[in-house]
């Protein structure tokens, strides 16, 4: 069973930064795409970033030139670095895996809560 677990969350100022990790286990890492999604209360799950086994990353548009994702295959790592947050990034946080090629994610984390407020 894949375990995915984040860290990193928690409450910061609009304009302030975050970094969320996700550590993965029991996973041939290298073979999976990642991710991080979101949802607010009341809203869908979104997809925030992505970045595939290759290292391929993509983003919403509406944190595109704000969040990074990065991984590090050997620490079994994916990191999004949230820089310039606004109130509207507030929400659960999850780190996803996705077997490379499948359409469907394979593996959730808990969440980890943002929380963008002054």
């Known amino acids: 069973q894949v375990q995915l677990v984040e860290s990193g969350g928690g409450l910061v100022q609009p304009g302030g930064s975050l970094r969320l990790s996700c550590a993965a286990s029991r996973i041939i890492f290298s073979w999976y795409d990642m991710g991080w999604y979101r949802q607010a209360p009341g809203k869908q799950r979104e997809l925030v970033a992505a970045?595939?086994?290759?290292?391929?990353?993509s983003y919403a548009d509406s944190v595109k030139g704000r969040f990074t994702i990065s991984r590090d295959n050997a620490k079994k790592t994916v990191v999004l670095q949230m820089n310039s947050l606004k109130p509207e990034d507030t929400a659960v946080y999850y780190c996803?895996?996705?077997?490379?090629?499948?359409?469907?994610?394979?593996?959730w984390g808990q969440g980890t809560q943002v929380t963008v407020s002054s």
């Open positions: 996803s895996a996705r077997f490379h090629g499948a359409s469907n994610v394979s593996s």
């Open positions: 970045i595939t086994s290759a290292g391929s990353a």
